[in-house]
């Protein structure tokens, strides 16, 4: 797995540099797919599968996500559909790997916190970049009684691009599905971050890690 430089670190950089500038799209169609999640639960409830909460959704989510580049409405929006319907406990222990049994509780709810802000602030300014073009392709998943976990398998594209596979891990907890990984052409989000939070840990360790997310943060923040 390629671990990206203090350039890259900590943001989509790790994958977006092996791929392109095709992956200025994905970033944002991941956060388009999880916008359709979000307003799917919420509008038909958590007892539907969650491909049909993502198809129910899509082309009146996409037509809003057109009409709205302005970053700061872009971030408002994501706050507003994708929190609740988020698993950021789950998805930063797994970034964090084994370094997140050394943080004691403080930290662990500072990387939270962060670590949330980040990816809400990261796909936005991605997805300020999405065109009239954008279409969200969402595969039919098999089910049986009693499963708590679940891929939803996407195909983001733009008009004379290839489509490119984004798939949501997503866990029933609660009686409410959750994404816990975003999966972009078999290159998981979770993992691509453990590796840049590894190599900061190791210079700087958890605090140091901390304040990276939170200098990151806070540059996305000013634009």
């Known amino acids: 797995m390629h671990c990206p430089g203090r350039a890259g670190l900590l943001s989509f950089n790790g994958i977006r540099e092996q791929k392109g500038t095709t992956m200025k799209l994905v970033a944002g169609m991941a956060l388009a797919g999880v916008l359709l999640l979000a307003s799917g639960a919420h509008a038909a409830g958590a007892a539907t599968a969650p491909d049909a909460l993502v198809r129910s959704t899509v082309d009146e989510v996409l037509a809003v996500i057109k009409k709205t580049k302005d970053p700061k409405a872009l971030v408002e929006l994501a706050e507003k559909k994708v929190v609740t319907h988020?698993?950021?406990?789950?998805?930063?222990?797994?970034?964090?790997?084994?370094?997140?049994?050394?943080?004691?509780?403080?930290?662990?709810?500072?990387?939270?916190?962060?670590?949330?802000?980040?990816l809400v602030r990261t796909y936005t300014t991605a997805l300020s970049q999405t065109t009239a073009e954008s279409k969200v392709d969402v595969r039919p998943v098999t089910m049986k009684p009693g499963d708590t976990e679940v891929v939803v398998t996407t195909f983001a594209s733009e008009a004379g691009r290839k489509p490119i596979q984004i798939d949501y891990r997503m866990a029933r907890?609660?009686?409410?599905?959750?994404?816990?990984?975003?999966?972009?052409?078999?290159?998981?989000?979770?993992?691509?971050?453990?590796?840049?939070?590894?190599?900061?840990?190791?210079?700087?360790?958890?605090?140091?890690?901390?304040?990276?997310?939170?200098?990151?943060n806070k540059k996305l923040a000013e634009g």
């Open 86 to 118: 988020f698993d950021f406990r789950t998805m930063t222990r797994l970034a964090m790997g084994r370094s997140w049994a050394q943080a004691n509780s403080a930290q662990q709810q500072a990387l939270e916190r962060a670590f949330r802000t980040l």
């Open 173 to 216: 907890t609660d009686g409410s599905w959750k994404v816990y990984d975003v999966v972009v052409e078999n290159l998981s989000l979770v993992i691509n971050y453990r590796g840049s939070f590894q190599s900061e840990i190791s210079r700087s360790g958890i605090d140091g890690l901390i304040r990276t997310i939170e200098e990151k």
